[in-house]
T-cell receptor
């Protein structure tokens, strides 16, 4: 499976600021996704990062709050804008690989970014 | 939207015991995935199931895709301390506007006492 890295691994931020999280994959992948995992909770899909076009957001998530970029098939960023304490979560990127068994929709996750907003 | 009900929410077992957890859905999924998440890490894919009725093993793990396509279970045999973590089921609907989207269960927290 692809090797996925995220930066930063964790951060503590002040209310009202923004943080950009990077996701880097060691091979080209068809699809990249961003998830949020609030403390003690399951994973919720924020958006699908589309290469060369605007991301597709899930209900309850908007571009102004979570702008996403995906300039190529191996890299994506998620920005958490104008943060509040309610944004304290783990943010995870996941990927679906090109070719092979990708038609079986196996998704692999990065290690996550642990965000605390004070 | 689609929802997954995962049970039990938590389990406390002795080392060597077998474990079983399951997920049910109100909707049909084309693929079922089981993940394990260790503290401070992202979820790791354990088993993927692609066909209704499919039974798949990965070492001490066995999972089945329910015949109705609305449920799945995961069994862990002869548990060991490193099995501790949170186990998530996830359903994948490969069709239409839901392509690529995973719906996750609430997770099962497993604690194994030596």
């Amino acid at each position: 499976s692809a090797v996925i890295s995220q930066k930063p691994s964790r951060d503590i931020c002040q209310r009202g600021t923004s943080l950009t999280i990077q996701c880097q994959v060691d091979s080209q992948v068809t699809m990249m996704f961003w998830y949020r995992q609030q403390p003690g909770q399951s994973l919720t899909l924020i958006a699908t990062a589309n290469q060369g076009s605007e991301a597709t957001y899930e209900s309850g998530f908007v571009i102004d709050k979570f702008p996403i970029s995906r300039p190529n098939l191996t890299f994506s960023t998620l920005t958490v804008s104008n943060m509040s304490p309610e944004d304290s979560s783990i943010y995870l990127c996941s990927v679906e690989e090109v070719g092979g068994r990708s038609s079986y929709n196996e998704q692999f996750f990065g290690p996550g970014t642990r965000l605390t907003v004070l | 939207g689609q929802q997954l009900n995962q049970s039990p929410q938590s389990m406390f077992i002795q080392e060597g015991e077998d474990v079983s957890m399951n997920c049910t859905s109100s909707s049909i999924f084309n693929t079922w995935l089981w993940y394990k998440q260790d503290p401070g890490e992202g979820p790791v894919l354990l088993i993927a199931l692609y066909k209704a009725g499919e039974l798949t093993s990965n070492g001490r793990l066995t999972a089945q895709f329910g015949i109705t396509r609305k449920d799945s279970f995961l069994n862990i045999s002869a548990s060991i301390p490193s099995d501790v973590g949170i186990y998530f089921c996830a359903g994948h609907n490969a069709g239409g506007t839901s392509y690529g989207k995973l719906t996750f269960g609430q997770g099962t927290i497993l604690t194994v006492h030596p």
